[in-house]
Nanobody, 127 residues
Framework: QVQLVESGGGLVQAGDSLRLSCAVS????????MGWFRQAPGKEREFVAA????????YYADSVKGRFTISRDNAKNAVYLQMNSLKPEDTAIYYC????????????????????WGQGTQVTVSS
């Protein structure tokens, strides 16, 4: 059974930083690209960042480029999202997800490209 568990969310002020973690079990972690998405109240779930199986290739939404960094540790079966210079508009529930088998990370920007999801972790940024 594949399980993803996010942690690290919280309430911070604008300009602060947070580091989200996602622990994955039940799947050969290094065989799959990973992604982070977020969903704000009343909005659709949107792509934030993705990382290749080896961690050598990353992609970001324009809204977070230069502020967020995705990384992974295949020895620990974990993926991370370092979020710096947080803004109130970053407030959302953040989800990690594993790509479907064979998905090319360069194109993995839709929720349809992912098959397993965590339960999410709340990030709230106050102004």
């Amino acid at each position: 059974q594949v399980q993803l568990v996010e942690s690290g969310g919280g309430l911070v002020q604008a300009g602060d930083s947070l580091r989200l973690s996602c622990a994955v079990s039940g799947r050969t972690f290094s065989r799959y690209a990973m992604g982070w998405f977020r969903q704000a109240p009343g909005k659709e779930r949107e792509f934030v960042a993705a990382i290749s199986r080896s961690g050598g290739i990353t992609y970001y939404a324009d809204s977070v480029k230069g502020r967020f960094t995705i990384s992974r540790d295949n020895a620990k079966n974990a993926v991370y999202l370092q979020m710096n210079s947080l803004k109130p508009e970053d407030t959302a529930i953040y989800y990690c997800a594993t790509t479907k088998s064979g998905t090319v990370v360069a194109y993995a920007r839709s929720t349809l490209d992912y098959d397993y999801w965590g339960q999410g972790t709340q990030v709230t940024v106050s102004s």
